[in-house]
Structure formats: C-alpha cells, structure tokens
C-alpha cells in the first residue's frame, strides 16, 4: 500500500459524515438510578430556585446585623431568645431587633432576620438571654433564595455524558426519569489462523487473542455496549457468514487484523462481500495503524482494525471512539487530557499522524511523560501506558521538554 493511496485523519472524517451523517439517534428512558454512563437526549433544567428559602449555612442564632455591631470579647452585644427554628419547619413569628433565634445548620431563617452568628461565638447565659461576642455583616452565614442556582437555569444539555456526581443535580431538580440516547450495539471479529481465546493455553506459533476484549473494553468505556465477541480463523466463507449475521443483530462491526496486504489478509474483500457501498477507506494516515479499512454495508459502519493490539487501541482513539460518540451519542467530548513535558525526544511518523503510548509521572513542576520504546506488536505497552499524545502528520517529531497534551486510557 502506498502512502498517496491512503486518507489522512480528516478524510476519513469526511467520509464518515458523508456516509452515516443521517443516522437518527435513537433513545430510551432509564431511571437516575441507571442513569450514570449514559449520553442524555434532553436537556434538563432547574425546576425551582435554590435555595427556594433562606437558610442558614452555619448552626447558631439568626440575629439583625446591625445588633451585634461593636460587639467583642469586652463588650458584647445581649439579645433576647425568641425561640428555636425547627429542621423543615418554619418559624411563624417575625423576627425583631434585638432578638436571637437559634436555627441549625440547614433551617430556614425568620423573617426579620438579615444574618447568622456562629454557635462559637455566643454565649447562652439562660433561657432568655445570649451574649454575643463578634459582630456578623448582613446576609453572614446565609444561603439566600437561588444562591446556589435560579428556576430554568441549564444544568445538562443534549449529548452530556452523566457523570456519577451528576445524578444528585438530577434529583435536585425532580428527575427521577430520563431520556437518554440508545447504546449502540457492537460485534467484534478477531481474526487469525494464530489465535486461540483467552481461556486457552496457546500452541507453538499461537497466541491468545488481545483485541477482542481489549476492543470491547474501550467500546464499553465510550458508551456502546457488547453484542459479541468472537475469534476465528482466516476462513473467508466462516468469518463472512458470522459478521453478516452480526451486522443484523448489531449497529457496529469491528474486525481485528486481516486488513494489510498479506496473503491472508481478506478483510477488505469480506466487507466489500457483505453489502453496497463497502469498502470505503483502505489505509489511513496514521502511526501505528495506517493499514485500517472502514466500510459502510448497508447504512451500519464496519471497521477492519490492524492485528496489533497498540495499533488496534490507537485507531480505536482516533476514528471509532468518535464515530461512535457523535454518530450515537450526539457527543463531540473528547478523551479527558493532562498537560505534560515529554522527558525525550520523539520521532514521527513520515506524513502521519502518530500516536505516542506514554507513562505519567507527577512531579513538584508538573507531569512528564515518558515515551514507550517497545517494538511492533509489543501488548505490555497498554499495560504500562497512561496515555498517548497526537503528533500532527506535517511534524518531524517532538524535542525533549516540549510541552504536550497527553489523552488519558
């Protein structure tokens, strides 16, 4: 394959837009207890102010400011118990100048009162009387009505993926249910006469297949869920007829290895057998992982990934992670980032952009990230990888103590 036949990153973009920019996204309702995870296809809002009361932040005595003002150790100011403010009750009474209720952290202030004095810094001296020792500023230790957020203020817009955090803004504003976007349903397809499935002891010149759980690790972790995952071996007429009867059952095929120009290497010739259009990417501008292929069968997207587990990973990053974010989820967030310093120089790619496994290392100044050097095909570079940083394809390569973005795994 030569480099001018392939497509850079931003051509196969286009062609993804092209082919599958119509797909309507499809949605279900969950309840906030499942709602974690999942890409919302509403957008939700504040129902109410809040607080919808003033409220203390502090536990002590709602007092009127301008009483405790001059107020010390020496001096303080006496003010008259009015009574107690009871959690979700309120107080009826309106609160006069000097008067002190106490209300615990959390209660509703009286009306009348314009401040709370922290319990530290009174002194009850009976049943009627407190002594306080610090003046407080009007609104001190309160949380006034929409402090914290007003009514019909935008929490979470269409495509926001929940966080866990997320859940109780949720039920702040009454969603006990949501709309969120379908997962896509995806199948995946190790192929090699060399592998066997992970819970076999290879032969000689076998190897336990990697990519089909790794593949579908990160496919969960982006939000799809797992219809399938199988190995076979290079056998055409098998692998063609188990990935047309995936394509029925799933949204998104992958394929791992079969996709360079080897003698065996049929994934492209099997998806241009599956269904019209077929094929419409075969190499990408891309290190490691330029002999990928992706074909549209049909309408449902299929992508021929390199055999290489790092290659597999690195393609996934930057083509299906996406795709299957903006295509499904209407999501453009991408991978969560640090800033970091390389600690050595980097070498690029010729007219490819690279993808650089790297270790993390925090520092009193900052992070570092330490390039891998492992040869092709070399599995213990995911193990020790905490990210990877992207290498543009018109840069000759990175010098040591260059600032970088490293994308987290």
Known sequence: MKLLNV???????????SHFGGMTLKTESVGIDDAAGRYIA?????????????RSVVDGYAVCASDTFGAGDAMPAFLNIAGTVEMGSIYEDKMRPGEAVYV???????????????????????????????????????????????????????????????????????????LVYRKPLVSIISTGDELVDASETPGP?????????????????????????????????ACRTHAAKQLENSDIVLISGGSSAGNKDMTAALIDSLGDPGVITHGIAIKPGKPTIIGNVGGKPVFGLPGHPVSAVA??????????????????DGPVSVSASVTENIHAGEGRETYQMVIL???????????????????????????YIRIG?????????????????
């Not at 497509?7 to 837009?17: G, H, I, N, P, T």
């Not at 979470?156 to 006990?176: E, N, Q, S, Y």
């Not at 990053?317 to 989820?329: G, L, N, T």
Request: proline content about 4%.
């Open 7 to 17: 497509d850079s990153l931003a051509d196969v973009r286009e062609k993804l837009s």
């Open 42 to 54: 509403e957008e939700i809002h504040a129902d109410m102010d809040m607080p919808q009361f003033r």
């Open 104 to 178: 615990p952290t959390g209660g509703m202030i009286p009306d009348g009162a314009d401040a709370m004095v922290m319990i530290e810094f009174v002194d009850k001296l009976d049943e009627r009387t407190v002594a306080v020792y610090k003046p407080s500023a009007p609104n001190s230790g309160i949380m006034n009505i929409g402090d914290d957020f007003r009514k019909d203020e935008l929490f979470f817009a269409r495509g926001h993926r929940l966080k866990p955090k997320d859940i109780g803004m949720l039920a702040a504003c009454g969603k006990t249910g949501i």
């Open 205 to 237: 010149g076998q190897i336990r297949d990697i990519n089909g759980r790794t593949l579908a690790a990160f496919a969960k972790a982006a939000g799809a869920e797992i219809q399938d995952v199988r190995v076979f071996r290079d056998d055409f007429d």
């Open 315 to 332: 393609v996934f990053a930057a083509v299906v992670e996406p795709f299957i974010k903006s295509r499904y989820f209407g999501s453009s």
């Open 361 to 387: 290392e925090k520092t009193g100044s900052g992070w570092l990230a330490e390039p891998i050097r492992a040869k092709s095909g070399a599995i213990s570079q995911l193990m020790r990888a905490d990210g």
């Open 393 to 409: 394809s018109l840069t000759e390569g990175i010098e040591a103590g260059t600032a970088v973005e490293v994308f987290l795994l």
